[in-house]
Nanobody
Framework: QVQLVESGGGLVQAGGSLRLSCAAS????????MGWFRQAPGKEREFVAA????????TYTDSVKGRFTISRDNAKNTVYLQMRSLKPEDTAVYYC?????????????????WGQGTQVTVSS
């Protein structure tokens, strides 16, 4: 059983940056592909980015390409989401998720473990 704990959220002005972290415990981190998702008020949870086990392959939703970077440190059992040029529409609760297979995709139902989320608020 894997436990995931996100941190790094907060309030930032439009154009600013934040780095989210997700610390994993209770499993073998390097055997999991990892993903970041977000859920804005009144909206469904949506895919943001994913990274494979080694960190050598990443995928992003179109709206964050060129602004967000997903990375991982397998020695620290941590996955990161560096967010730059933030926009008010990026406001959401951000969740990390772990996938026991090599899926590395956008489907929520393919991920096996989820964190509790961290709030990101971007003011205009």
């Amino acid at each position: 059983q894997v436990q995931l704990v996100e941190s790094g959220g907060g309030l930032v002005q439009a154009g600013g940056s934040l780095r989210l972290s997700c610390a994993a415990s209770g499993g073998t981190f390097l055997t999991y592909a990892m993903g970041w998702f977000r859920q804005a008020p009144g909206k469904e949870r949506e895919f943001v980015a994913a990274i494979n086990r080694s960190g050598g392959s990443t995928t992003y939703t179109d709206s964050v390409k060129g602004r967000f970077t997903i990375s991982r440190d397998n020695a620290k059992n941590t996955v990161y989401l560096q967010m730059r040029s933030l926009k008010p529409e990026d406001t959401a609760v951000y969740y990390c998720a772990a996938d026991r297979s090599s899926y590395q995709g956008s489907r929520l139902d393919r991920y096996d473990y989820w964190g509790q989320g961290t709030q990101v608020t971007v003011s205009s």
